[in-house]
């Protein structure tokens, strides 16, 4: 998985385990070699009003799971050691820094230090 998530843009979707059983699918990871941010972008159904429109809360310790199991190893696996991450999950694939009002997005940072994946705020 680790070589997929740094082919530069976007990848194919790839369903994430993880212990709630939401379905997570990574679909993008962009990369800010120079700023060292690492974006990670994920689609959860679940979160969707029409669907079982799952708060921010109801998935808060996939969030971190995801971090820690997903993003912190291939981050690591590629070299990067220090790095901040933005993880962001949204109900359907949604265009890089644009605002779609019909689609639920969440975000949630985090700083990756001594092979941790810690939760920050904004």
């Known amino acids: ?14 369903q ?4 709630s059983g939401v379905e997570f699918a990574l679909y993008d990871v962009i990369l800010e070699e120079a700023a060292g941010i690492a974006r990670f972008r994920f689609v959860v159904p679940a979160i969707a009003p029409a669907g079982a429109h799952l708060e921010f809360a109801d998935i808060v310790e996939d969030l971190q799971f995801v971090c820690d199991s997903v993003i912190v190893p291939a981050l690591q696996g590629n070299g990067w050691s220090e790095a ?39």
């Open 16 to 19: 994430i385990a993880v212990p």
């Open 1 to 14: 998985m680790t070589a997929a998530l740094f082919s530069g843009g976007a990848v194919t979707a790839q």
């Open 84 to 122: 901040e991450i933005v993880l962001s999950v949204s109900d359907a694939p949604a265009d890089f820094g644009t605002y779609d009002p019909a689609i639920t997005q969440f975000f949630q940072p985090f700083r990756l230090k001594d092979q941790t994946c810690i939760w920050e705020d904004f």
